[in-house]
């Protein structure tokens, strides 16, 4: 079985001296298990996709820069039957963060979100008010990496109007509420690996800084989840991630209850480093999900 490993022309932005390469340490790690496996960008025009049984998607950490080109990528490889993990219908659903709005009329919790599409009158205002905050975030429904994402107050919205119906009327947009947990504790991430959980690390913001990424500053540290917080989001993956090769699930812990942020299912970043026998774990998650399909 011959596996391409997908990441991305390589950008400083989406890089940090702080943050271990998961990329070539897992890449080095399958091929010392011999699977025969080759690195790939998921864009380069050269590439022979039909020498390929299986593309696993490991870091397109610009896909969101390109989304037509994205998309129309991937329905290539389903039209040459190339099977891809995650599934396509799952990064097609995971890549518009829409998807929250199904999760919530699934009946879990997410981060109170409203969806703002291009072109729509927005009373910021009534925003304030709706979810009695100081502050709003406001962040493109495709995105990644606090891609444009603007930290909006009452103080500073005269002066943002301008911009923010200028970033309007090119895409939709989700304004949320600040969490100021996420400031003072952090996020939680868990990772899990079809379907099982592995391990759950929490991200915090550098002091003065709300985004929890390696490039702006964040720092990460080991947890064991409560048995509460574990159960929640096992719900989420059972309910949303079936087939995944990988699911890591974002959010904050608000007055005792658990609040999706994201469930990542394209390009997250595993911390595979930061788990005892994390790059085995993923070894393993594959070769159950590409052994079971051999023999279906």
Same mark, same amino acid.
């Given at each position: 079985m011959k596996f391409a490993y997908v990441c991305y022309y390589v950008k400083e932005v989406y890089s940090a001296a702080s943050m271990p390469d998961e990329d070539n340490n897992l890449l080095q790690f399958l091929q010392h298990k011999e699977l025969d496996i080759t690195r790939e960008v998921w864009n380069d025009p050269t590439v022979q996709w039909e020498q390929y049984d299986v593309v696993l998607l490991k870091s397109p950490w610009d896909y969101h820069e390109q989304i037509d080109t994205f998309k129309a990528w991937l329905a290539d490889l389903d039209? *040459?039957?190339?099977?891809? +993990?995650?599934? $396509?219908?799952?990064? +097609?659903?995971? %890549?518009?963060k829409h998807y929250l709005q199904e999760i919530e009329a699934a009946g879990l919790p997410i981060i109170p979100s409203t969806f703002i599409e291009p072109h729509t009158p927005v009373n910021w205002d009534q925003l304030f008010e709706q979810y009695n905050a100081l502050k709003l975030v406001v962040k493109p429904c495709i995105s990644a990496g606090a891609k444009e994402t603007i930290v909006l107050t009452k103080e500073n919205l005269p002066g943002l109007r301008p911009q +923010?119906?200028? @970033? +309007? %009327? *090119?895409?939709? $947009? @989700?304004?949320q509420p600040f969490m100021d947990t996420i400031a003072h504790f952090g996020e939680y991430s868990l990772l899990y690996f079809n379907g099982v959980f592995s391990h759950a690390i929490v991200k915090k913001p550098k002091p003065g800084d709300f985004r929890v990424q390696y490039q702006y500053g964040g720092t990460v540290v080991n947890i064991a989840p409560s048995p509460a917080l574990k159960a929640t989001c096992d719900a989420y993956v059972s309910k949303f991630a079936k087939g995944c090769l990988y699911a890591r699930v974002d959010g904050v812990e608000v007055d005792g209850q658990f609040q999706l942020m994201e469930l990542e299912m394209i390009e997250p970043y595993l911390f595979l480093s930061m788990h005892e026998g994390g790059f085995e774990t993923y070894y393993q998650a594959l070769m159950q999900l590409t052994h079971a399909a051999s023999f279906a």
């Open positions: 039209a *040459k039957n190339i099977r891809l +993990l995650n599934p $396509y219908n799952t990064v +097609l659903w995971n %890549a518009d +923010l119906a200028q @970033m +309007l %009327a *090119k895409e939709a $947009y @989700m304004v």
